[in-house]
């Protein structure tokens, strides 16, 4: 399934007008899944985007339109409230479905009449967190990130050296992730201020941008995912905000890693962008350094060096309180690339899996802040403004070493590649608010 | 709810003659709920433990045997294939329903003829696990074990300076949560041998003997639940082996803290002790030393300090490959206390939320090793043995550094206090078994 075929044809077109727009994150190319609820009505579904719409897939299944697409699963796939039951599926199923998706929304095709009465606007409906995530684990996977973070605190001996042996990583907190859009409450805790440890607002706010990858089937308990089949697990990915006080997360984090710094909140951005449309834009994995060695041989494939890497342009803006009083747009503050990610996803799958993990489907995996060198491309404001010492000059006037109450922060992402429609991510955001009374 | 009342009476018997014997863990006076499944049947439902037997609560709700138990939630809880609708009930639905089910199962109840239809043989069903674990932590809350595991990599500095001022934790994986009696398949990992890194089954394979407290009804986002209202949040306790791979940890864990070492495997041992069954069992908060001065306000309660302790005594038994073979009995490694943790429960939960985060209905917390000074009252190998150096010496001439393949690791718990009826905790126990070939 991971090869290209006719549903990445750049010249396809969709009767739905505005999916046809040059910078469209949802072309008829894209087809991304998601979760929906009518606004105002909890009854969530699942759902594909385009352009500016949504099909209901729980509707068009029940009009019979989806038949045959998931075999005896398909009451399980398409009348469940969140994408697991999809997620569950073999790689053959999504790309079944995603075919006749991309048939019946083409310009031309027979099925429109049929299909468009389950066709809802985007603005119509509140978008909600795609699955049921069972745990939620956070890598660290790019080399420019681990060394500025450690450089901070370990000038001499920046990079831990087991960062090259494998992916780091840590499990997060499912129950606090949360889809864009919701507010971020600015979170208390505890942390060091005038040689003092203190408890309260923090005030080292930060956000981490980062990509998250959703497990489609799972393994059994004590059954490792070798890394030739990783890519079968993987069913798609989604922009991830991995909010952070560092203050707390200094404080906390010795002996068993951070906690409470990062559990409160974890922002999505909602729509999956499954695996087989990002087919036309896989790149090389990044080649490893003569100094690094090469990977254990579990962590090692051919085809997973050739291919396992993606071309994926990220950017962050922000949207002060005064900016949006003066009508001004958000700013930029980071442009950055997944394709120079230490390790793959496929390679964070089987590292997860390689103690016998069991890895569920809808689990998400997040990728680690994505930075690279360069002004303005690290991808939190830790690293940005060096720890607050070398705050960001905003063209408004503004200035920011860390985010301030009514701060909104922007994520977005797309890929792009010679004779490949452009496909986006979509939106990732979300405001923060001010602490809570106690 | 947390004081004592009739189900507490030390003189209480019940027409369950197996429930009368003194070695029981399982008196009427405890009670304790789980999941169970007839045997070779999946058809999970939520029942009760009492002496060798188990009460089916579905069977007694449909035979209309607890009615108005639960009010307009009753269906949700007692339909449920897990504990997570009980849970997530207020502490007086608890307090009611064990309330019910004391008189009914007490010597002479009227209710006998009616309730003996629903009572099935322990050895008939199979133990499942009591809730869908949205979420796991693992803390850290003995200054015993913190302080060994620190002496072993900083000998001058072994107690990290956070360890007095917060409840050190992690976010553990929910998904390799296992029931009981689950054989642990030996995890492979990376870790360093002979200075260089392998792959390949863990050679430093232990076990963490721990306390598990299920969350009762959750907390919304960015609302924290502050110490007074943290009981009316806590369901109960189960035992908790925190399966760990020393060599693995070692390797893996910074700067992001344990990871593949731990989430292989945790085994907990399925019935749930009520907060209301331990009652009579609470103790004072360990005091705090002059040195380690006052907790930070949110974490100070003087309720907390005066009952947040519990008087509950653990012991953790090695049953080996050749002990089996030779009939000879499982030997006791480790026997210790709960009462002399540094932070309790309620400050657990406290801490936990204290940013926000939203705590769910059946969310699992990991005490953390339960350690105490003097011989073999350390609740894991590593400390025990001193990281291997001095080996346990077993009656049958074995000696263990870590565990083998075939050792059964069994822990167990029981409370005893003055003029109070001695309830346990059950059994949780795990045999270790070959890795798998790749």
Known sequence: MSGLNETHDPALRSWVES???ATTDFPIQ?????VISPNGVEDDRIAVAIGDSVLDLRACFRAGLLD???GDKSHAVFEARTLNGLMAQQPDVWSALRLCLSRGLREGATQQARLSPHLLAMNDIALKLPSRIGDFTDFYCSIEHATNGGKMSRPDNPLMPNFTSLPVGYNGRASSIVVSEVGIVRPRGQFSKDGKIVFGPTEMLDFELEVGAFIGAGN?????????????HFFGICLLNDWSSRDVQSWEYQPLGPFLSKGFATTISGWVITQEALAPFRVPARPRDKEHGEALEYLRDANNDARGGLGLRLEVRLHSENMRQNAQPPEVITATGFDSMFWTIPQMITHHSSNGCPMRPGDLLGSGTVSQYGEKAQGCLSEITWRGTN???LENGETRAYLLDGDEVVMTGYCTAPGARRIGLGVCSGRVLASLPK
Chains 1, 2 share one sequence.
């Open 19 to 21: 999916a046809n727009g």
């Open 30 to 34: 894209n087809l991304p899944f998601g």
């Open 68 to 70: 045959g697409l998931a």
């Open 220 to 232: 059994p308990q004590f059954r490792a995912i070798p890394l030739s089949e990783a890519p079968e």
């Open 391 to 393: 705050p960001i000059q």
